[in-house]
């Protein structure tokens, strides 16, 4: 079976006489989808970990958790990103997310009927990231399709403040219900949030073609495409290595913060949820402040330099004992996850070749999809030697390959900043 190539679609590129960006109704509901969901996913994340640990005392299960959640990004990143270049991305959302709505609704039945297990949420958690690898080919390219080069970053940004208020608000909302109604309630109130999620889906209108498709190729030299791409451009390269790093050795730490909060700390549900939601703030006013100030900013350092301050911090978090310190500490790796989260697209659709963005983008998802194998390793480490040494020996190793690969990953300082790509769009290829 054969595809139209990405180079037979149109590119599509934003006209001068469209509305201001926080104007756009398309973008609008672009950032309400993103937001929503990412208030879904944190309030499960956080009562299916607190519940989970509950019930198993094991934080390898918790990690495990996460890890399925994950897993989806690397097996189909690249497949979706083919896909979305070769169909309505308006339908692949509606389809998924629908998909979302009906498995919410199925783990409300079985929880109101006291049947729910661990294994139940496992399931649950790895559908859930199947639709989440779609975001960043489907959604986040679309977006950089409406907002072009010259807004990117803004778009972006205020993506991620949209996000990350809700990402805020999830925790601190899945421990009050976790601890006012059990985990029917979460997902009663799980359910109800995917109906807002699909009309907004609804509202959306694909990008009219410009020309007929005519070249056809396989789905495999579809997927190549984006690999050749990134193997083309070093700036592209560095971005997509640093993925990786923070994915293996920075990120799955938050995974071990109901279990700091249980052990160490001896908060409750809810005081795990308040704790949680503290990187949520910081990342929420990280990106309002990059919304303001990153046209000025070159995308590379701030990215590498978010990274390495989130490692840094992770050292700190490990060896807290104290909950006012283990909350300013989470707080500013909210701000590093910040800089992190906004460059990472940023610089991934700006270095891609205008032809191969979609191919490029689902081989990002597919970096992010390494996290598995970090939270694999995170909840392997704290089942054994316990959760803050687990979260200090991958901060050391996330900062060793940081070292040992410094040249390639100083690469992505050779991205422009966002007002020089509006004065010369030429320096993105």
């Known amino acids: 079976m054969t595809y139209p190539t990405p180079s037979a679609l149109p590119l599509v590129t934003p006209l001068v006489t469209s509305p201001p960006i926080h104007r756009d109704p398309q973008l609008h509901r672009l950032w309400a989808v993103g937001m929503l969901m990412s208030l879904i996913r944190w309030l499960e994340i956080l009562a299916f970990a607190v519940f989970t640990y509950d019930q198993t005392k094991s934080a390898l299960w918790v990690a495990s958790l996460m890890m399925l959640r994950l897993l989806p990004l690397s097996l189909f990143g690249l497949a979706i990103g083919a896909l979305a270049s070769h169909m309505s991305r308006r339908w692949l959302l509606i389809v998924t997310h629908a998909g979302l709505l009906a498995t919410s609704l199925l783990l409300l039945?079985?929880?109101?009927?006291?049947?729910?297990?661990?294994?139940?949420?496992?399931?649950?958690?790895?559908?859930?990231?199947?639709?989440?690898?779609?975001?960043?080919?489907?959604?986040?390219?679309?977006?950089?399709?409406?907002?072009?080069?010259?807004?990117?970053?803004?778009?972006?940004?205020?993506?991620?403040?949209?996000?990350?208020?809700?990402?805020?608000?999830?925790?601190?909302?899945?421990g009050l219900l976790l601890a006012l109604g059990g985990l029917p309630l979460v997902l009663l109130c799980t359910t109800l949030l995917y109906l807002p999620v699909l009309a907004a889906l609804g509202g959306l209108v694909d990008p009219p073609p410009t020309e007929a498709a005519a070249a056809k190729a396989t789905i495999r030299d579809v997927l190549l495409r984006g690999l050749r791409a990134a193997r083309e451009s070093r700036p592209l390269k560095a971005t997509l290595w640093i993925t990786v790093l923070f994915n293996l050795f920075g990120w799955p730490v938050l995974s071990m913060i109901p279990v700091i909060g249980r052990d160490q700390l001896q908060l409750d549900a809810q005081g795990v949820g308040l704790l949680a939601s503290l990187d949520g703030i910081g990342s929420l006013l990280?990106?309002?402040?990059?919304?303001?100030?990153?046209?000025?900013?070159?995308?590379?350092?701030?990215?590498?330099?978010?990274?390495?301050?989130?490692?840094?911090?992770?050292?700190?978090?490990?060896?807290?004992?104290?909950?006012?310190?283990?909350?300013v500490i989470l707080f500013v790796i909210g701000i590093a996850q910040a800089?992190?989260?906004?460059?990472?697209?940023?610089?991934?659709?700006?270095?891609?070749?205008?032809?191969?963005?979609?191919?490029?983008?689902?081989?990002?998802?597919?970096?992010?999809?390494?996290?598995?194998?970090?939270?694999?390793?995170?909840?392997?480490?704290?089942?054994?030697?316990?959760?803050?040494?687990?979260?200090?020996?991958?901060a050391v190793i996330g900062l060793v390959a940081v070292a040992l690969t410094w040249p390639l990953c100083r690469a992505c300082f050779e991205t422009p900043s966002a007002a020089e790509l509006q004065q010369n769009p030429v320096c993105s290829r």
């Open 286 to 327: 990280g990106a309002l402040t990059l919304t303001s100030i990153a046209r000025r900013l070159r995308h590379g350092p701030v990215y590498l330099g978010a990274v390495l301050l989130f490692l840094v911090l992770q050292i700190g978090f490990a060896w807290s004992h104290q909950v006012l310190l283990t909350g």
């Open 339 to 394: 800089g992190f989260s906004v460059m990472q697209p940023t610089l991934v659709y700006n270095n891609a070749p205008a032809d191969r963005r979609l191919e490029v983008m689902g081989l990002m998802t597919m970096c992010i999809g390494v996290g598995p194998l970090g939270f694999l390793a995170i909840g392997w480490l704290a089942q054994h030697l316990g959760a803050p040494t687990a979260a200090l020996i991958c």
């Open 109 to 174: 039945v079985v929880s109101a009927f006291g049947a729910i297990e661990v294994w139940h949420l496992a399931v649950g958690s790895f559908i859930n990231g199947i639709v989440w690898a779609g975001d960043m080919p489907l959604r986040r390219a679309l977006m950089g399709d409406l907002a072009g080069h010259g807004r990117m970053v803004q778009a972006m940004s205020l993506d991620a403040v949209a996000s990350n208020a809700c990402r805020l608000v999830g925790p601190m909302l899945g």
